[in-house]
């Protein structure tokens, strides 16, 4: 029996976020959370846009992109949207996905927001999707990355030399995390009880 592959209908809701499907009506808000912070973007793979117009061009690159199921994440204390995460690399016939593509604003940063963005999409890809196997990849010169995958449960599992050219031409290290269907049900329980304790 093969998995389901995830729908760029779908919406997902917790106490403290929603994830939705990305539009370019998510714009406003979002240029408005990222605006100038290089901080933000130092290791996201678009430049860092300057207006909305090329926020907008962001948004596109992946809403174009066929393999990729982009979410906005919206603050349910603001109603804002206040970034963005995807599933990517998904396959159905393996029961695998990655989710990546993701960057929020600093005002999140340390907030339950990533917590539970991570927790719906676990929950979403393991229980009702049917996923056996969800990555992560992160540059490994992003220790603030790896170290929050590595919070969620995730398993580092090697390192991929001269992987990627970063928007500025030069090459990324990546370095590979996954969580398996058999570990997800401990990591829920961790996800959920640092939910709780707030």
Avoid at 112 to 139: P, S
């Amino acid at each position: 029996m093969t998995a389901t592959p995830p729908s760029r209908s779908t919406t997902l809701t917790g106490r403290h976020v929603r994830l939705e499907p990305l539009a370019h009506s998510h714009v406003p808000d979002l240029f408005q959370a990222v605006r100038g912070d290089e901080e933000v973007w130092r290791w996201v793979s678009a430049l860092m846009p300057h207006t909305e117009e090329e926020m907008h061009a962001v948004i596109d690159a992946r809403l174009d992109n066929p393999d990729r199921v982009p979410f906005a994440v919206i603050q349910l204390a603001t109603g804002r949207c206040v970034g963005v995460t995807c599933y990517a690399d998904i396959s159905a016939r393996d029961e695998s996905l990655e989710i990546g593509g993701t960057f929020y604003g600093r005002a999140v940063w340390r907030t339950a927001v990533n917590t539970e963005a991570k927790l719906l999409l676990l929950t979403h890809a393991f229980e009702e999707l049917g996923m056996g196997r969800v990555q992560w990849c992160a540059d490994r010169r992003n220790e603030r990355s790896r170290t929050a995958i590595l919070r969620l449960g995730a398993t580092y599992e090697g390192t991929f030399r001269r992987d990627r050219r970063r928007p500025d031409g030069t090459w990324r290290d990546t370095v590979q995390f996954a969580m398996l269907r058999e570990e997800w049900p401990a990591a829920k329980e961790r996800l959920t009880e640092r939910l709780l304790r707030g």
